[in-house]
């Protein structure tokens, strides 16, 4: 077993007394104390976070847009210099590879950002699917460490530290500056369903910007957050996570998330064929969807428990959390169209035996007031 990566802030993490643990061959802060504070001070106030350990990958050429146009699902030509877009790459079959974000750095300048887990797999089939064209893939995650300001409070925070115009930052869009002296990729993204700002930075300036946030987010109540309240912000925001609500099993129509499949596209595109009759079955029979439960009792579901109905099993729950917001557990679950519909009476979950409560709701379960 080979040690653990460690980010660039990792000293901090252990200076602040975080409880670490091994995430995606990442040595990552789980929590710095009491995760549900954490928290809610990202839905009230704001949080820090430390998510260097996504990964990065640029495509520059002149055939730059066309190659990830093949690479992956969306309609990346449409993307304007300095917008961002939620996309994925799927394999030949349409299973999701995993979902991600792309940023239009430049004309011909691109930087996709993957999941941890999952970023090997994508920068070896980004390279694989771009040979063919007069483009260059560029493995980039030693070049950035990734902190991310989240909560109502992180513009003030971020703007007291740029000249930057935040302001006229829209959301799923980047720009560059310098925050806190220090040379960053600005992108209003983010995890949380919380406004928020993610910074990429050389690591080198990891440490600097860390202190500079949180000495200018110590009035306004910020805290350094851990990747466990990130996944109950996620949660309640409806977020799907890789290898829980997205996998290989599965296709973006069967996640419905069919949306960000783009067939009017030019050319051909990776599992295109596969895609095409993903759609056509889902529009002839809907596939399970993905919805929202609420518990009525105490007991919190987990990912792989059974979704159950007059005693059959009518779906399987995808990530399960006690939610802070709600003061109730909560789960996402792939449960079968016919007791999809929120306010569907009689389902509950398989917990160890007991077929629990549950409220079908839509999702998100939260979303913030604009």
């Known amino acids: 077993m080979s040690n653990p990566r460690l980010t660039a802030l990792d000293a901090t993490h252990r200076s602040l007394g975080a409880t670490m643990t091994d995430f995606a061959g990442w040595d990552m802060p789980l929590r710095y104390g009491s995760e549900r504070d954490e928290h809610n001070a990202v839905r009230t106030r704001a949080g820090l976070f430390d998510l260097s350990h996504m990964g990065e990958i640029t495509v520059t050429g002149p055939e730059a847009v066309k190659a990830l146009d093949y690479a992956l699902v969306g309609n990346i030509a449409t993307i304007g210099v300095g917008r961002a877009r939620y996309t994925m790459i799927c394999q030949e079959d349409g299973g999701i590879v995993d979902d991600l974000i792309v940023y239009r750095l430049g004309e011909s300048e691109y930087m996709v950002v993957a999941n941890a887990g999952n970023a090997q797999v994508v920068l070896d089939a980004v390279t694989e699917r771009a040979a063919g064209f007069d483009a260059e893939v560029r493995d980039d995650r030693d070049a950035y460490a990734l902190l991310a300001v989240q909560g109502p409070e992180s513009p003030g925070i971020v703007q007291s530290l740029t000249d930057a115009d935040l302001d006229g930052l829209k959301y799923y869009a980047g720009l560059p500056g310098t925050v806190a002296?220090?040379?960053?990729?600005?992108?209003?993204?983010g995890y949380t369903g919380e406004d928020g700002f993610e910074l990429f930075v050389a690591p080198a300036d990891a440490e600097k910007l860390w202190q500079a946030l949180t000495e200018a987010g110590k009035d306004a109540g910020l805290v350094p957050c851990g990747l466990s309240c990130r996944d109950t912000l996620r949660l309640e925001a409806g977020m799907p996570l890789y290898g829980h609500e997205l996998t290989t099993a599965l296709t973006p129509f069967d996640a419905g998330l069919g949306r960000v499949v783009k067939f009017e596209k030019e050319g051909d595109f990776v599992g295109r064929a596969?895609?095409?009759?993903?759609?056509?079955?889902?529009?002839?029979?809907?596939?399970?969807?993905?919805?929202g439960l609420i518990a009525e009792g105490r007991r919190v579901p987990r990912a792989g428990f059974s979704v159950v109905a007059n005693g059959e099993v009518v779906g399987e729950v995808t990530s399960g959390a006690p939610s802070p917001t709600l003061g109730k557990p909560i789960a996402m679950a792939y449960v079968d169209a016919e007791h999809a519909a929120p306010g569907t009476s009689g389902v509950g979950v398989d917990i160890r035996g007991t077929h629990e409560p549950y409220e079908v709701v839509a999702l998100p379960f939260y979303k913030r007031q604009k």
């Open 181 to 189: 002296g220090v040379p960053a990729l600005i992108a209003r993204t």
């Open 274 to 291: 596969a895609l095409e009759a993903a759609a056509e079955r889902a529009a002839a029979k809907a596939p399970r969807k993905l919805v």
